[in-house]
């Protein structure tokens, strides 16, 4: 997808109120924008690094600009707005890139189901079964490797990890997905990898073991795991190649 907005580029000062993110301009001017993501953007950014935003050109917004992409400790680049990964993962279904998701004749996005009264990212139906795809931004890039400090690891290796914090609601999901898998139908869960220095993917273990053994259980019952990786620049953003999932 093209942004809809032209990116135009700060560098981070600080982030605040879970929501705020103040960038310094070119000209000296200290601009506050608005953040989507309310997760722990753990390695997604760094003081006085590159941030790139976006003007809404909504009067009627309190911070008409929008934070879209980061530059991480790496020097990758991270795309931290939390509303891309389902629309992303969805395009890339659609127009075939996603080869392991083409068999169906509808695709819904935000649909209720389940025992927990979840919403799924992705319903995919019209096919042999219905496709239930739940998807994860996946940003995290940390040297760590099988949950120890690993100074001259993962970074270079390109290990991301999912999720960058303790997550029940993850680990909520991944419960539905099962009980579809029992009833019959496909469960899926996507990883979409936003940042550029993320090469595979494993459960955070050493951030929330829980999800971990959970993610393993399902894939055990049957739940599917994909990976693919975002091709990321300052005008456009699009799911590229299928990753590798270690567990």
């Given amino acids: 997808m093209k942004f809809e907005f032209p990116l135009h580029k700060g560098k981070w000062i600080k982030r605040y109120k879970r929501f705020m993110v103040d960038l310094t301009l070119d000209d000296g001017e200290v601009l506050t924008v608005h953040?989507?993501?309310?997760?722990?953007?753990?390695?997604?950014?760094?003081?006085?690094?590159?941030?790139?935003?976006?003007?809404?050109?909504?009067d009627k917004r309190k911070y008409p600009h929008s934070l879209e992409l980061t530059q991480t400790p790496s020097g990758h680049?991270?795309?931290?707005?939390?509303?891309?990964?389902n629309y992303l993962v969805a395009e890339a279904?659609?127009?075939?890139?996603?080869?392991?998701?083409?068999?169906?004749?509808?695709?819904?996005?935000e649909v209720r189901y389940g025992d927990e009264k979840s919403r799924i990212d992705i319903l995919l139906s019209g096919g042999e079964k219905a496709i239930y795809v739940e998807v994860k931004n996946t940003t995290l890039l940390e040297n760590t490797l099988n949950g120890e400090p690993n100074e001259n690891?993962?970074?270079?290796?390109?290990?991301?990890y999912f999720p960058d914090s303790v997550s029940d609601r993850a680990s909520k999901h991944l419960r539905?997905?099962?009980?579809?898998?029992?009833?019959g139908h496909r469960g899926v869960i996507f990883?979409?990898?936003?940042?550029?220095g993320i090469k595979q993917v494993r459960p955070a273990d050493h951030i929330d073991n829980v999800y971990g053994e959970l993610l393993r259980e399902a894939h055990k019952a049957g739940v599917e795991i994909l990976a693919y990786a975002s091709h990321i620049t300052d005008d456009e953003i699009y799911l590229k190649d299928r990753l590798p999932v270690v567990l």
Avoid at 39 to 49: A, L, P, R, T
Avoid at 77 to 85: D, E, K, L, M, Q
Avoid at 191 to 196: E, L, S
């Fill in 191 to 196: 990883f979409c990898v936003n940042h550029t």
């Fill in 35 to 58: 953040s989507a993501n309310t997760g722990s953007m753990k390695n997604c950014y760094v003081e006085g690094g590159d941030a790139w935003y976006w003007d809404s050109q909504n």
């Fill in 77 to 85: 680049v991270a795309c931290i707005n939390t509303s891309r990964p």
């Fill in 176 to 183: 539905e997905l099962m009980r579809m898998v029992e009833l």
């Fill in 153 to 160: 690891g993962s970074v270079e290796e390109g290990i991301g």
């Fill in 93 to 109: 279904i659609e127009n075939g890139t996603v080869k392991e998701l083409q068999d169906y004749e509808v695709l819904k996005t």
